[in-house]
Each structure stands twice: as structure tokens, then as C-alpha cells.
């Protein structure tokens, strides 16, 4: 179906909670990708991996981790959320070659950190 | 410092007018160049993908142009319909492989008004 599903889309979270993003896909894709999206700014890349537990640190990486257990799989936390976090996270997923049409963005997951 | 620059800003046209959106970036190496459309609160969702020295591309009423010598695109739409607003957002690719990194602009806010 070609699709890239995040969980939660909404989220209001305490400061120093933990926090869990999830992402899944249904392209078999091998790379998967976690920006955060703020206002007046492109998107920062957090995270990416290449495949079941090959991650590798983005720009921004710091306050965050992730896990990959499955390919389809990928999932954002962040241990005890500070109010700088707050923001529109996006998960993605491209094959390996991604020059082509293949790169593919979920609808986003909109966490308020108070 | 930015990488991607996108201009306008924001743009505002009537419905039925045609417009132009503009990104220049300083991305080396600059394999491929790709448009998104973010509706408000929604994910990004590919328009086209421009690769090669001179491309155009046409999707529809949306149609692209990339000059790598200028390191400059231009996205074009025609005939502008209430659901093109939007925002709009460039994409700049350093290698063709999920080994490289993407570069966004922070993209220009359309707004087709009746």
C-alpha cells in the first residue's frame, strides 16, 4: 500500500517523562529516517537507519535515541522530555537507491512537552 | 547556515492564476533536487524528482526545472486550484544513496484564495 504510519499523531507529555514515537512501513524499505520539523526550518534529521539495528546519529541526536528491531519498524524515544523537544516529529522511509521516486514521509507526530 | 534557500517565503494568488516558486542552494555534491507538498498538519508528499544538469520535469499541473550550474530550481503551477494551498518544500540530495544526506528548505507557504 506504500504507506508510512506514525503512533501517537498527538501527544501532551510532562517535562522529564519518557517519551515513545513509533513508526512502521510497508515497503520493505531499509532505510528509515526520524526529523523533526520546526517552525521557519527545514527538517532536522535526528536519526537514520540503515537497517535492523544499523542506526546511525543525525544532526540533532541529542536527548534522543532509537531502536530498530524490525525492519519495518522504527522507533523514536526520548528519556525524560524537556520543553525543548516540543515539536512535529516525522518519520520516513526510501529504498537504499533514493535519487528515484522512493522516499516517503508519514503524516507526522505532534508532541507538546509542558 | 542554510543550505537550501526557498523564496518566497509566502505567496498569496487567486484561484485560476499561474505561480512560481524558487529554490537556490549551495548543496556539494548536488545529485538530485526534489519538491514536496506539505498540507497543513499532514506529512510531505513528493511532486517530482529532478536528477540529471537541466531536467524538467511535469506532473500534472505542477511542472520543475533544475539548473545545476545556478544551483537553482524553479517549481511551476498552472492554473491554481484552492487544494494546491500549501506549503511547498525543496529538497536537496547529496548522493543518490540513502548513504547521503538531505538537505530541506524551510519552504514557501502558498495560499490560493477564491
Known amino acids: 500500500d506504500m504507506k508510512v504510519t506514525q503512533m501517537p499523531r498527538y501527544l501532551i507529555k510532562r517535562m522529564g517523562e519518557n517519551v515513545l514515537l513509533e513508526c512502521g512501513q510497508d515497503?520493505?524499505?531499509?532505510?528509515m529516517y526520524w526529523y523533526r520539523q520546526d517552525p521557519g526550518l527545514g527538517l532536522q534529521l535526528i536519526y537514520i537507519s540503515y537497517d535492523v539495528d544499523s542506526n546511525s546519529e543525525g544532526d540533532i541526536p541529542k536527548g534522543y535515541r532509537v531502536s530498530r528491531k524490525k525492519r519495518e519498524h522504527f522507533s523514536l524515544i526520548l528519556d525524560s522530555a524537556k520543553t525543548n523537544q516540543t515539536s512535529v516529529y516525522f518519520c520516513?522511509?526510501?529504498?537504499?537507491?533514493?535519487?528515484?521516486?522512493?522516499?516517503?514521509f508519514g503524516e507526522g507526530s505532534r508532541l507538546i512537552v509542558v | 547556515k542554510t543550505q537550501v534557500e526557498q523564496s518566497p517565503q509566502s505567496l498569496v494568488v487567486r484561484q485560476g492564476e499561474n505561480c512560481v516558486l524558487q529554490c537556490n542552494y549551495s548543496v556539494t555534491p548536488d545529485n538530485h533536487l526534489r519538491w514536496f507538498k506539505q498540507d497543513t498538519g499532514k506529512g510531505l508528499v513528493s511532486l517530482t524528482v529532478?536528477?540529471?544538469?537541466?531536467d524538467k520535469t511535469s506532473n500534472g499541473r505542477y511542472s520543475a526545472t533544475l539548473d545545476k550550474d545556478a544551483k537553482h530550481s524553479t517549481l511551476h503551477i498552472t492554473a491554481t486550484l484552492l487544494d494546491d494551498t500549501a506549503t511547498y518544500i525543496c529538497v536537496v540530495g547529496d548522493r543518490g544513496s540513502a548513504l547521503g544526506r538531505l538537505h530541506f528548505g524551510a519552504g514557501t507557504q502558498l495560499i490560493v484564495i477564491p
Open positions: 520516513a522511509s526510501s529504498s537504499t537507491e533514493i535519487s528515484g521516486n522512493t522516499l516517503y
Open positions: 515497503m520493505s524499505h531499509e532505510t
Open positions: 529532478l536528477v540529471h544538469e537541466n
